[in-house]
């Protein structure tokens, strides 16, 4: 099993940056990638950025594409998701994911672990 911890959402203004964490614990050696999606009320999860754990190959949504930046730090065992220039759509709750297939996926449904996310607040 793999457990999944996000942390540093909050409320911010519009145009303003937050960052958030996913740590990682338990059988990390089985993931290979880590992402992030969100999930407004009323709508579908939403692919927002995905990165292998190597580092090598990094995925983005494209509604986030020049905003967001997904970084992983192997030795802390945490993957990082830095958003720039937040909108108020960008209101969501965030979720860590974790798969064990060995390429860059972003279908939630073949995601193997999750977190229980944390809610990231855009005010206009």
């Known amino acids: 099993q793999v457990q999944l911890v996000e942390s540093g959402g909050g409320l911010v203004q519009a145009g303003g940056s937050l960052r958030l964490s996913c740590a990682a614990s338990g059988r990390i050696f089985s993931i290979f990638t880590v992402a992030w999606f969100r999930q407004a009320p009323g709508k579908e999860r939403e692919f927002i950025a995905a990165i292998h754990w190597s580092g090598v190959s990094e995925s983005y949504g494209d509604s986030v594409k020049g905003r967001f930046t997904i970084s992983r730090d192997n030795a802390k065992n945490t993957v990082s998701l830095q958003m720039n220039s937040l909108k108020p759509e960008d209101t969501a709750v965030y979720y860590c994911?974790?798969?064990?297939?060995?390429?860059?996926?972003?279908?939630?449904?073949?995601?193997?672990?999750w977190g229980q996310g944390t809610q990231v607040t855009v005010s206009s």
């Open positions: 994911a974790a798969a064990t297939r060995r390429i860059v996926i972003t279908t939630p449904s073949l995601y193997d672990y």
